[in-house]
């Protein structure tokens, strides 16, 4: 699956985005609407959690904004979940070392390459 925003990091293009702390679809659609090149989904320091979060990628996937995920913390299973609900790019929080890092990366990966299952 093509993934836009990663297209655009690695190309160099800047992007204009928003962070969505509101944790409803209703914004998320309007703000979608708005010609964002993403939206941040704020599981971190907003009220969301995976039924959220999905209602809002629901909400931006008709849009041309790319929606990215930030889970409450780096936690695998919730890594997980988000993948499963559609999420296709993650900022991890709370990232303190390599092997954190490599315990998120892992996460998002299928046996052999990684854990998530």
């Given at each position: 699956?093509?993934?836009?925003?990663?297209?655009?990091?690695?190309?160099?293009r800047?992007?204009i985005?928003?962070?969505?702390?509101l944790?409803n679809?209703y914004?998320?659609?309007?703000?979608?609407g708005?010609g964002f090149?993403w939206?941040?989904?704020?599981?971190?320091?907003?009220?969301?959690?995976v039924?959220t979060?999905l209602?809002q990628?629901?909400a931006?996937?008709?849009?041309?904004s790319?929606?990215?995920?930030?889970?409450s913390w780096?936690?695998?299973?919730?890594?997980?979940q988000l993948l499963?609900?559609?999420?296709?790019?993650?900022?991890i929080?709370?990232?303190?070392?390599?092997?954190?890092?490599r315990?998120?990366v892992?996460a998002?990966?299928?046996?052999?390459?990684?854990i998530?299952?």
């Amino acid at each position: 699956m093509k993934n836009a925003f990663k297209d655009a990091l690695k190309a160099g293009r800047p992007q204009i985005g928003l962070w969505l702390g509101l944790a409803n679809s209703y914004s998320a659609e309007l703000l979608a609407g708005a010609g964002f090149d993403w939206l941040l989904i704020d599981g971190e320091h907003a009220p969301n959690n995976v039924q959220t979060v999905l209602t809002q990628l629901q909400a931006i996937a008709p849009y041309p904004s790319q929606p990215v995920v930030r889970p409450s913390w780096n936690d695998p299973v919730q890594i997980k979940q988000l993948l499963d609900v559609g999420a296709q790019t993650l900022l991890i929080p709370m990232v303190q070392n390599a092997d954190e890092a490599r315990n998120a990366v892992a996460a998002t990966r299928y046996p052999p390459a990684g854990i998530r299952g």
